[in-house]
């Protein structure tokens, strides 16, 4: 299956869609620590501005088919379809095994590799180069505090 541009860039609003959903349940989760949950509702945050940026795009794009692009759209909804977007549920995976600070950070920054190496592969397919740049910017920017909080509670990155 081949994606066209809306396709792919419909996708891009799924992550952010999903990311805003684990961040707002990890900072009800984390409620009682006040420096977590600020992180988390800061990352909430950035993923509707995300969200937002996408849905600007969308309306922009013409809905063409990508032409030899087959491998990067496989590798697109490999990712989308992956434990950390859709996985079997269609929806962010059960967070019950998140059960402390780490845990949680641990479990973000892995959505947020995943969520990184999806844009990077979204840029070599999109007109919007230094729109998708922008994005690229700030999810390492996430990656970044949360390596520094979890360096800032356990003492190592």
């Known amino acids: ?4 541009i809306g396709e792919i860039v419909e996708l891009a609003l799924q992550t952010e869609r999903l990311g ?4 707002t349940a990890m900072s009800r989760r984390f409620e009682n620590d006040e420096k977590l949950r600020g992180l ?5 945050f ?10 600007d795009i969308q309306g922009k794009v013409k809905d063409e088919r990508l032409e030899n692009r087959e491998e990067v759209s496989r590798y697109l909804r490999a990712i989308v379809e992956s434990e950390f977007f859709l996985g079997k549920e269609k929806s962010l995976p059960p967070l019950e095994h998140v059960k ?3 845990g949680a950070v641990n479990f973000a920054l892995s959505f947020e590799k995943e969520t990184l ?4 592969n979204l840029r070599d397919v999109v007109t919007e180069k230094k729109i998708i740049d ?10 970044v505090w949360l390596r520094d909080y979890k360096e ?6």
Not at 40 to 44: H, K
Not at 134 to 143: A, D, M, V, Y
Not at 152 to 157: A, F, R
Request: aromatic share 20%.
């Open 100 to 102: 402390s600070v780490v």
């Open 117 to 120: 190496l999806y844009f990077y």
């Open 20 to 23: 805003y959903e684990f961040y």
């Open 40 to 44: 988390f509702e800061m990352l909430a």
């Open 134 to 143: 922008e994005i690229i910017k700030e999810e390492r920017e996430h990656i």
């Open 152 to 157: 800032s509670i356990t003492g190592n990155g």
């Open 1 to 4: 299956m081949v994606f066209s």
């Open 46 to 55: 950035k993923e509707r501005t995300h969200e937002k940026i996408f849905s």
